[in-house]
């Protein structure tokens, strides 16, 4: 029994919290450009780059997505943990963060607004390292690949999330792709026009769950929103992903995911 419980814990502290899946899901898109069609598009999130996990595991998972050759890379918030020297060794780290060869697009957690989530300075000094990097930080704003339209939400724990900024010049049913860390934020008003896939973190997947139950614990109003893929209203769907990284190094059951999208006509 006790060698038991400690495998248990040992598999929990060592072995998942790095034993990274690939996932791998068709996207459909209404009205996707020609272009697009085919196209591979990776999220990450959740890397919570900092004490608790080891910079030699980012860069590994940085490694295998690079070998994938996306086309587009986002990255859905919680890009660090607090700590000391935070911006210097996310510098560090993110140097060899994987782009994508149309574009990289950042969207930022609560981890990324400081203390308490509420220093927007902070999430401002943390954008300008990913910029820095060649990436284009979306806080409630929109950019455009190839007709696609890619919008970043603010955070919603970081008192940041504004739809109606964010969705201001997004034409009614326009193909469009939504970064938005928090998913308890679909719940929310302010998503007219849009009506396509919203991504996600945030949850880590619950981090700990036992087999055939849900997590005990998620940091979101609506437990229905625990990892993967959901249809809301509107035409909208939802995914989120289960993350990179951690802010307490364990996991059990749920393993650390990045996810690997094909774009495809819908």
Same mark, same amino acid.
């Given at each position: ?13 060592? =072995? ?26 990776? *999220? ?20 295998? &997505? ?27 780290? =993110?140097? /060899? ?23 927007? /300075? ?10 820095? *990097? ?85 940091? &979101?109003?609506?437990?229905? =929103? ?10 909208? *769907? ?5 993350? &990179?990284?951690? &802010? ?19």
């Amino acid at each position: 029994m006790v060698a038991g419980a400690v495998g248990v814990v040992g598999y929990t502290r060592y =072995y998942e919290p790095t034993w990274l899946e690939l996932t791998t899901r068709v996207m459909p898109i209404a009205g996707l450009p020609q272009s697009l069609v085919g196209k591979r598009l990776v *999220q990450l999130s959740d890397i919570h780059v900092g004490p608790q996990v080891d910079d030699a595991y980012v860069g590994d998972t940085f490694a295998r &997505v690079r070998a994938l050759d996306p086309h587009i890379v986002v990255y859905t918030g919680d890009l660090t943990s607090l700590h000391d020297g935070l911006y210097e060794h996310a510098a560090l780290v =993110y140097r /060899e963060m994987p782009r994508g060869s149309l574009g990289t697009f950042v969207s930022l957690g609560n981890h990324d607004y400081g203390r308490n989530w509420a220093h927007k /300075e902070d999430a401002a000094r943390m954008a300008d390292v990913m910029r820095a *990097q060649g990436a284009t930080v979306l806080v409630n704003e929109m950019a455009e690949v190839d007709g696609l339209a890619i919008v970043g939400l603010g955070d919603l724990w970081g008192d940041d999330f504004a739809p109606e900024r964010a969705f201001a010049n997004l034409a009614p049913k326009a193909p469009a792709i939504a970064l938005s860390h928090n998913p308890d934020t679909v719940d929310m008003h302010g998503w007219q026009p849009f009506t396509g896939w919203i991504l996600a973190g945030h949850t880590h997947g619950g981090q700990c769950k036992p087999p055939f139950l849900p997590p005990p614990m998620l940091p &979101v109003k609506n437990r229905r =929103y625990t990892a993967g893929a959901f249809a809301l209203s509107a035409g909208r *769907q939802l995914y989120i992903s289960r993350g &990179v990284g951690t &802010v307490l190094p364990v996991r059990f059951n749920v393993r650390p995911e990045v996810t690997v999208f094909q774009l495809a006509a819908a």
